[in-house]
């Protein structure tokens, strides 16, 4: 069973527009990480945040954690056409040691 | 420095025959886990490997078996393979230090497409 659930399922966007996606989670978390998947590829961790954190940026990317709500947002900013991919949330926790668990994902077009 | 790699890229196999999948962990990391993906979806955890040993087993029967070697490489066996069976698996492996594997992001390799006809 998924345990965290992305929205929107698709994004389509022009590239210099900012990409917005939401995850909501339904268990306790140790952390809550980012990956990308390029098509027919394998996942590239992007950003990992820590349940005592509330946001984080690297690069372009901006990433929000609220525990109360179980829910976290990335934002990418200025995308561009290389930003086309599947983003998925993924949480680990301590009790579950190194176990990730993945929600559906998006997937963001990005057209130039 | 070489990242994860997996073997084969591809592979058919027909149902009720057994499939190895391998892969060599990222230099410095001494744990393995296994994912499968189905198509249009997110990674179902299978399990994970750390000092040899079965650590965490999520909701796969256990058709589903694996082994981790003492250089840390790791096979995933699947037996009697069904047609469901068809998915793109992944491995990821991280480091048990600076915290343990929860806290570290894991790096995945491009995995084995399995296709069961």
């Known amino acids: 069973s998924q345990q965290g659930e992305e929205d929107p399922q698709a994004l389509s966007i022009q590239e210099g527009e900012n990409a917005t996606m939401n995850c909501s989670y339904k268990t306790s978390i140790n952390n809550l990480q980012w990956y990308r998947q390029n098509s027919g590829r394998g996942l590239v961790h992007l950003i990992l945040?820590?349940?005592?954190?509330r946001e984080k940026h690297s690069g372009r990317l901006r990433v929000t954690l609220d525990t109360s709500k179980k829910s976290s947002s990335l934002l990418i900013t200025a995308s561009r056409a290389a930003d086309t991919a599947s983003y998925f949330c993924?949480?680990?926790?301590?009790?579950?040691?190194?176990?990730?668990?993945f929600g559906a994902g998006t997937q963001v077009v990005v057209t130039p | 420095d070489a990242g994860v790699t997996q073997s084969p890229t591809h592979l058919i196999k027909t149902r009720g025959q057994q499939v190895t999948l391998r892969c060599s962990p990222k230099s410095g990391h001494d744990t393995v886990s296994w994912y499968q993906q189905a198509l249009g979806q997110g990674p179902q955890f299978i399990f994970q490997?750390?000092?040899?040993?079965?650590?965490q087993r999520g909701n796969f029967p256990d058709r589903f078996s694996g082994h981790q070697f003492p250089n840390y490489s790791s096979e995933l066996n699947v037996n009697a393979l069904l047609l469901g069976d068809s998915a793109l698996y992944l491995c990821?492996?991280?480091?048990?230090?600076?915290?343990?594997?929860?806290?570290?992001?894991?790096?995945f390799g491009d995995g084995t497409r399995l296709s069961i006809l």
């Open positions: 945040i820590r349940s005592n954190e």
């Open positions: 993924a949480t680990g926790s301590t009790d579950s040691w190194g176990k990730l668990q």
């Open positions: 490997y750390y000092e040899e040993e079965e650590r």
């Open positions: 990821a492996s991280s480091s048990t230090t600076g915290g343990g594997p929860h806290n570290q992001p894991q790096h």
